[in-house]
């Protein structure tokens, strides 16, 4: 897959941004820094400089080189120039996403008035916004998307599926920023439960449009004899 340095520009110089401020800010924060939150978006977790500060840039470069070379193992790498643009809007929305969250943290850590249950909440609802909007264009392969043994035996079982999911995430998304704002436990039960049972029909959805698929093949490995 060819990469874009525009692209790779723009998340590189994001997690260096957090190496920095983990590094200036060091010396400012106590031994002991909110780590987690609860729903209610109250401290429930307490860690060290290490687990606040540097922790969550090692981790997004960890998964920024992962979702860099994930393609070149892929058996189905062929695929990956074919949706390279929605790869890439996964790419760099998770590497954002994860920047974003480091510096609200890291603001709470320094004592400042943060909201960040409601920026979670708020920042989580958006990334399946966006994803909801490239999950159609995304083509068959062993990593990325809704794998199933029926997605990957069928591409029209794949495109169907992968057209639900993102209608499924656009729905949930605004669903789940919500359900952060209100604060509400029932409500925010009521989103898992929605969420697991929607999954739970990609599922099923899948397998019935890989039976009426009349082109499906049979999975790699699985042919008697």
């Known amino acids: 897959m060819k990469l874009s340095w525009r692209t790779e520009l723009i998340q590189l110089l994001l997690i260096a941004a957090m190496f920095v401020v983990a590094a200036a800010c060091w010396p400012y924060v106590?031994?002991?820094?909110?780590?987690?939150?609860?729903?209610?978006g109250e401290v429930d977790g307490y860690g060290g400089k290490f687990?606040?500060?540097?922790?969550?840039?090692l981790i997004t470069l960890g998964l920024?080189?992962?979702?860099l070379v994930l393609p070149r193992f892929d058996p189905g790498k062929a695929n990956y120039p074919t949706f390279a643009?929605?790869?890439?809007v996964i790419r760099v929305s998770l590497v954002v996403f994860m920047a974003a969250l480091h510096g609200v943290t890291t603001l709470a850590a320094l004592g400042q008035p943060v909201d960040v249950g409601t920026f979670v909440s708020l920042g989580i609802g958006g990334l399946f916004v966006v994803l909801g909007n490239v999950m159609g264009k995304i083509r068959p392969n062993w990593f990325v998307?809704?794998?199933?043994?029926?997605?990957?035996?069928?591409?029209?079982?794949?495109?169907?599926?992968?057209?639900a999911a993102g209608w499924l995430f656009i729905v949930?998304?605004?669903?789940?920023?919500?359900?952060?704002?209100?604060?509400?436990?029932?409500?925010?039960?009521?989103?898992?439960?929605?969420?697991?049972?929607?999954?739970?029909a990609l599922v099923v959805y899948s397998y019935?449009?890989?039976?009426?698929?009349p082109d499906?093949?049979?999975p790699a490995g699985t042919s008697p004899g």
């Open 85 to 88: 643009g929605s790869y890439n």
């Open 30 to 40: 106590p031994e002991r820094i909110p780590v987690h939150w609860n729903l209610r």
């Open 216 to 218: 499906r093949v049979t």
């Open 208 to 213: 019935l449009i890989y039976r009426s698929d």
């Open 145 to 163: 998307g809704v794998r199933t043994p029926w997605t990957l035996s069928s591409k029209l079982s794949w495109t169907k599926t992968h057209r």
């Open 51 to 57: 687990m606040g500060l540097l922790l969550p840039p």
């Open 172 to 200: 949930f998304g605004p669903l789940l920023a919500l359900a952060g704002i209100l604060r509400v436990d029932w409500f925010f039960f009521a989103m898992l439960v929605a969420g697991g049972v929607g999954l739970a």
């Open 64 to 67: 920024y080189v992962l979702l």
